[in-house]
């Protein structure tokens, strides 16, 4: 008798709103319009135009076409220095836009609606504030240590007259704990887990990645001993919405450079510190919990995976009132982001007390044309079996049964566990707005989750408790909101406000 089949896993995509979504870049098109990018640009054994990722002046010939056509932007790095890929960075700006625009913690700016924001090791590059500028008006401080870094990273923003006013370069002064040699560190690379075929986007067409993988053992517990982050580079009092950053993802430059098939660039500076991402994420985290309020978000880029849930858990041990995860997509290019802040929640949580209807449902309107209700189910299965709970699938009714313990209740609503292939997003609430507890203990809560078709590109998803009298309804409530929102944010176009 045959094994169980393997049930296919969603992909997840590029951010709906980047300008590569539908559009990816047609490089026969950039190199007819471009004569000093056309050199670069040949058919790959597909027939398909493509460059060579090896060579380091056809990535950042590339990025600089990419940024004046589809931006308006004038770019430029000097050889060497690390080049990013604009697809990729979009993706992040954009994912800070939908935390800034969401209710989840009240808005707190007293600029109307001017969005600051601060990128820690901006780089040479300088492209998130390049970017969060042209596409959003957001204006910026963009950091770094290096004499190198911070002269490009003013030349190119002096280079955008139009935006300049926008940007700040600030200078990072070492306070002398760092050994000779050592920068700031913050470094951007790519690491996949597995192969990714996302449609629209060719394989060929897009840059190949390391074969390191995600969930490898770390190996070390290294504390980062470099320049400061956000303690002595923040100004007093200055607040701002967001910080975010990509930090040094390797440990030592032979680490950096496994991946013989692409050639982004990078100093030592840029690419390592002792510890790798996981020590300057802690360091981010640490200065946090001192600067508070400072900032509405903080967030970080991250590339190893298996590195997510001992940042999740440090968060949790630090007092933040939400975490945030997504997995940010560009072709065969998978990375992740997280975000937390210690602004109380402006949603409640429903307490056992308030919310008595055993029966709750939300409509999924506007579900993108690859999804049906089948996926819908499938998400609906993953989300309760991710933190260990009981689940039997139908899927000729298409419902979920779950039985879920109080233990495994907890796991979801403070983030204990994290369902990182399918849960983009999960908010924690340490406690609700006026300060009451968790609800009550119990042994298991019991319910079913249906989806109906209503009408084309329109699902019903309901939920029903087994026990109409269990003391867990609440959690019940509860659960099914998060439920909503990772399902609207997935399956949707507009996601839910």
């Not at 992909?11 to 539908?22: A, D, F, V």
């Not at 007390?353 to 709750?360: F, L």
């Not at 049906?372 to 009714?397: D, M, P, R, W, Y």
Request: hydrophobic share 35%; charged share 20%; net charge negative.
């Amino acid at each position: 008798m045959g094994g169980k089949k393997r049930r296919r896993v969603e992909r997840p995509s590029i951010h709906p709103r980047n300008k590569y979504s539908e559009n990816p870049p047609d490089f026969a098109l950039l190199a007819s319009l471009y004569p000093s990018f056309k050199p670069f640009v040949f058919l790959n054994r597909a027939g398909r135009p493509t460059i060579d990722w090896t060579d380091f002046n056809a990535t950042r010939e590339l990025t600089r076409v990419l940024l004046l056509h589809d931006h308006g932007l004038n770019w430029w790095i000097p050889d060497g220095q690390l080049c990013p890929t604009v697809p990729n960075r979009s993706n992040y700006i954009h994912w800070i836009e939908d935390l800034l625009s969401s209710d989840i913690i009240p808005k707190t700016s007293t600029d109307g609606n001017n969005v600051r924001g601060f990128d820690i090791g901006t780089g040479a590059n300088c492209i998130y504030p390049l970017l969060g500028a042209s596409l959003l008006g957001w204006s910026f401080v963009g950091t770094d240590v290096t004499d190198v870094a911070l002269e490009w990273a003013e030349k190119n923003v002096k280079s955008n007259p139009h935006i300049s006013e926008l940007i700040e370069i600030r200078k990072v002064e070492s306070d002398g704990s760092t050994p000779s040699g050592e920068g700031l560190h913050i470094g951007e690379s790519f690491i996949v887990e597995g192969e990714k075929d996302l449609s629209g986007i060719n394989a060929g067409d897009t840059e190949p990645l390391p074969s390191c993988s995600l969930d490898a053992d770390l190996g070390s517990n290294k504390s980062y001993h470099g320049p400061p982050v956000l303690l002595g580079v923040l100004k007093d009092g200055e607040n701002l919405d967001f910080c975010m950053c990509n930090p040094p993802f390797f440990e030592t430059m032979e680490e950096a450079g496994l991946n013989p098939k692409t050639s982004c660039g990078g100093t030592p500076e840029e690419m390592v510190c002792p510890g790798g991402e996981k020590a300057f994420i802690t360091r981010i985290i640490d200065d946090s919990v001192i600067l508070k309020h400072s900032f509405r978000w903080y967030t970080s880029m991250v590339g190893k995976k298996s590195n997510l849930k001992i940042l999740v858990s440090k968060l949790r041990n630090v007092g933040v009132t939400i975490v945030k995860t997504t997995e940010f997509v560009q072709g065969q290019t998978c990375r992740w982001g997280i975000a937390w802040s210690f602004v109380p929640s402006a949603r409640k949580m429903i307490l056992p007390h308030v919310a008595k209807k055993n029966n709750q449902s939300f409509m999924l309107e506007g579900l993108q044309r690859q999804f049906s209700a089948i996926n819908v189910l499938q998400s609906v299965e993953s989300f309760f079996c991710t933190i260990g709970a009981s689940c039997k699938s139908n899927a000729s009714s298409f419902t979920v049964d779950v039985a879920i313990s109080n233990d495994h209740c907890n796991a979801i609503l403070k983030t204990e566990v994290q369902g990182y292939n399918e849960l983009n997003n999960y908010q924690y609430m340490q406690e609700t707005c006026d300060g009451s507890s968790l609800p009550p203990s119990f042994e298991e809560l019991c319910f079913r989750i249906s989806v109906f078709q209503q009408i084309p590109g329109t699902l019903l998803v309901r939920g029903s408790l087994k026990d109409r009298e269990s003391p867990g309804s609440g959690v019940f409530w509860s659960i099914f909101q998060q439920l909503e929102e990772v399902l609207k944010n997935k399956f949707c176009r507009e996601k839910a406000s």
